[in-house]
């Protein structure tokens, strides 16, 4: 899945482009039509506590948010092909990981956390594992991440493989014979059990072989099955052509996604962040001029946000474009719960073993005085 970006100002890493839902796997699925106007920054009900996590309070949140907007840390709004990302962090480096641009590997902190986590339980299985390449993520000042479609709102990261040949510095296209399978296997294996991934997208061609070492690596079937999307088309690992050689990992973010869906209209009210934007697929017949009677927008503006030199569009491509009204509030982010296997669920369910007896709690040992 190609994936890209755009900006403004210092602390924003995407041109946002529109809060509405999507399906997860498909940019060209988002709304082509204007979201109705809502009031201009409503009370925000405080969002259920996602995986564990302490319920936020949106009233001490958009207290910080009209104070210091960078207080509130990574804010991720919108959806990754149309969306934005707010106070990034960069990606640390590390032993276990080779950072391939340090210009494109910006994201939130649970991003990084989600990879940092599945990276170490390589390397816990399979010590003394060769580095892992990092690719891109996001970018630190926003805009067009180069050829990329997503990344746009911190929650995207392409991953490399581990391959036999040892440690390499970039992504190589990758058959059977070259990939590492054990460890590559567990990486995978790690992203779905360890981390709350949305979507691992890579190409099908390589789909068959990690399903295939799992398989001899003695994995429950029925959860293979789940997890390859071989039950249904809600998956987790699926077909994106042009990933041969890496993995494109889209993660769940329940705090940074919050954040930002509480404080998006302010922040927009206050000019620390753009306004909203939608995807519009083109139809045959419409113009630069159609689009912007339209969305209530400008020719100029449609053209700066899709890095247009010309005026001409293409029928059955997508194009972002500026809205001025803010698309209605979807609620709370609903983080599933991770798909674990059989092994691994039981151990969930298994009740906490009791806590260790304080020493004057101990009974006394026979004999006594």
Known sequence: MNDSLPTTGTCVIALL??????????????????PATSAAVERPSLPAAPNG????????????????????GPLSIGTPDAGLLLNPVPFPSGPFWTVRDASESWATEETIDAVVTAIEGVE???????????????????GKLYRHLSHQAGRDADVGFYYCRGEVDSFLIARKKDLDLPRTWALVRALVTETDVERIFV??????????HA???????????????????????????????HLHVRF????????????????????VA???????????????????????TSVAAIRSANGLRGSSLRAGRSYVIPIRRMPPDAGPVVVPPRRLPPELQIRAAAPAPPPPLASSDAPASGGGR
């Open 252 to 271: 769940f973010n329940p705090r940074a996604q919050e954040l930002g869906r509480i404080t998006y209209p302010l922040l927009v009210e206050a000019g």
């Open 203 to 212: 190409d099908r061609s390589l789909i068959s072989i990690l399903y295939a």
């Open 215 to 245: 398989v001899e690596e003695g994995e429950d079937r029925g959860w293979l099955n789940d997890v390859f999307g071989r039950t249904s088309e809600k998956g987790i690992i699926q077909h994106e052509r042009r990933h041969k050689d």
């Open 124 to 142: 816990a299985r399979y010590p003394g594992s060769p580095r892992l390449v990092i690719g891109a993520l996001s970018h630190p000042d926003g």
């Open 274 to 296: 753009p306004p909203p934007m939608v995807q519009h697929r083109v139809r045959s017949g419409e113009t630069l001029g159609s689009l912007a009677r339209r969305y209530g």
């Open 17 to 34: 482009a529109g809060l509405a839902s999507l399906p997860p796997a498909a940019a060209s699925d988002e709304p082509d039509t204007p």
């Open 53 to 72: 996590l302490a319920p936020l309070d949106a009233e001490a949140t958009l207290r910080t948010a009209r104070a210091d907007p960078a207080e509130l």
